[in-house]
């Protein structure tokens, strides 16, 4: 067995582990390959993703045999989806009309003078239910009600994903179920609670830490029993080729936006800088997305460090991990020298994941991207900066985000755009437990 196999394997072993009621379908290592498709939802630039969904040497599609098919036919309908004008013109209905897209760019003067640069603030919080996640989730409900599909699962860490899906469900009247780990129950109720009144079915996961990586898991296992008429809405950049394409390609609206906006207000049609908060990379994805091969823009990913990446109390994966395979793809994990996943931590339920996706994993180790380790800490004096200067409070999320404005030197013509990927209100028994009010 090659050293390469051998680390699949490690990994494999552990989420098999997890569930022997369902060993029999876990992750046995199937590699799948696709043909080549053109496509046309709106991106201006491709991501540097090749046929069999390889970033570089992450990514791919490790999936058990019996998802094959659902794979192959997600790729095909995708594929077609996005060169149907049809679709697009529907998504993009759903995107103004619905979300209330374009999301602002807003240029935030009193924390621009507080670090004397120019900071703007790309406002997905302001769109409906909150977050950017809920881009992905109408492009992906769509695309399964184009394919016939009347089940829809989704897991959720935050629960702004699993918001999202069950406000699309709602919409578009379809069964919705959406898996979360009980840590994150306990921790992100209003979600919680949003869900439900949406009619969707939460169901708690119990293994693992209990957060978004054991959801995950418990997500892919109902796919596995349910291949025929399900359709698995992932709601980041990761698992099996073509899902980090295609969340990437739903969320890239945030970076069109970003370009004309920028050049009505700036004058000029991109920024020095791009900041986001990376959890499996899907508003990071989104934010990047036109600016990948312009190197005169700076990417940089704020991952969690949680209390920080030397304490074993962390979620930096990008700093931590090691290449392994987790939820179908090829990427860096945090996991033990014999390939057990190390439980991650963040304050943050949406980056506590110790997986990336590989179009991150991708970045980073290409240098493209600086990756920047916030912690709890300094997420929380984000926030509360950006509270008490522009009068908005940013998803935990989001915070981190802003924690680089601490950490890093930028020059006063700088245009610096942070992506505000959500709003606080989940958070607040979150922030009130730790900031002084
Ligand atoms: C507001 C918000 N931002 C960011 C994230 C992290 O996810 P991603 O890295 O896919 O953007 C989440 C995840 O739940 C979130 O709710």
Redesign the pocket.
Known sequence: MNDQLREVNKTNIHEQAADATHRRLAFFITIHTTMSQTTTIKPKHQLPVDDNGYYGRFGGAYIPEILHKNVETLKEAFYSAIDDKRFNDEFNKLLRDYVGRPSPLYKAEALSRIYNTNIYLKREDLNHTG???INNAIGSVLLAKRMGKTRIIAET??G??GVATATVCALEGLECIVYMGATDIARQQPNVQRMKMLGAKVVPVTSGNKTLKDATNEAIRDWCCHPADTFYVI???VGPHPYPEMVARFQSVISEEMMWQLKQQTGRSYPDYVVA????????AGAFYHFIDNDKVRLIAAEAAGKGIDTNESAATIKLGREGIIHGARTLVMQTPDGQIIEPYSIS???DYPGIGPLHAYLATSHRSEVIAVTDTEALEGAMQLTRAEGIIP?L??AHALGVLGKKKFKPDDVVVINL??RGDKDMNTYLQYINI
């Open positions: 977050a950017h996640k860490g935050a702004q994903h709601g980041s950049t908060c990376v959890g499996g990379g899907s508003n990071a339920a949406g980056l998803a999320e989001s990927s959500g």
